[in-house]
C-alpha cells in the first residue's frame, strides 16, 4: 500500500517540477513581446521570483503541501488568464508578471521540498532525480512554447498550470513514511 502511494507521489511530483520548469522558462523566454518597459518587465520578474522563493517556507508551516500546491498553481493559473485579458496594459503587465514570477517560484521550491518531506531518505534521491530529468526533458519544448503567436505561448502555460493545480490534489502528504514504518520494526 505504501509503494502505491510513493507512486502516486511521484507521477504527481513528476508534472508538478515539468509545470514548473515550463512555466519559469516560458515567462523568462516571452519577456521581449510582453508589452511594457523591459526593464520594468526584468525588475518585475526578478522580484516575483526572488519573493517567492523567500515566502515558501513560511507559507508551509501553516497550510499542507496540497493546499501550497494549488495556492501556487492557481494563482500562476488566475494570473496567466489576466496577462492573456490584459495583454495591452503597460501598466498592468509588470504587476501581473510579478505575481505569476512570485507563484511559479514557489512551486518550484515546494518541488524541491517535497521530495524531502514525502520520500525516505533511501528513495529520495531517486525520486528526486527522476522528477528532474524527467523536467528537463520537457523544458527543451520552452523555447518552442515561446515563439509560439502571442496568447497562444501563455495559453499552453496556463493549461499546463491549471493541470498541476488539479493534479497537486492526489499528492498523499501525510507524515507516515516508510521510514518510520521501518524503525518501528526494527524496535520490536
Known sequence: M??????????????????????????????KYLNGSIFSLGYASAAGEVFGKLS?????????????????????TISLALMILCAD??????????VNRFFFSQAYVLSYLSIVLLYPTVLA???GGIC????????IIAPMIAEVRSPLNLLIV????????IG?????????????????????
Not at 513560511?58 to 494563482?75: E, T
Not at 496594459?89 to 510579478?98: A, C, E, N
Not at 496556463?158 to 493545480?165: I, K
Open 132 to 139: 528532474v530529468m524527467v523536467s528537463k526533458c520537457v523544458t
Open 89 to 98: 496594459s503597460d501598466l498592468l503587465t509588470p504587476v501581473l508578471l510579478l
Open 125 to 127: 534521491a531517486s525520486a
Open 2 to 31: 505504501k509503494y502505491k502511494t510513493l507512486r502516486v507521489n511521484l507521477i504527481v511530483l513528476v508534472l508538478c517540477w515539468c509545470t514548473c520548469s515550463i512555466g519559469y522558462y516560458v515567462l523568462a523566454y516571452v519577456l
Open 168 to 188: 497537486s490534489q492526489f499528492l498523499n502528504d501525510e507524515n507516515e513514511s516508510i521510514d518510520s514504518e521501518q524503525e518501528d520494526r526494527s524496535q520490536k
Open 56 to 76: 515558501t517556507i513560511p507559507i508551509l508551516k501553516y497550510l499542507s503541501l496540497r493546499r501550497v500546491f494549488l495556492l501556487s498553481f492557481g494563482m500562476s
Open 158 to 165: 496556463l493549461c499546463v498550470s491549471l493541470a498541476a493545480a
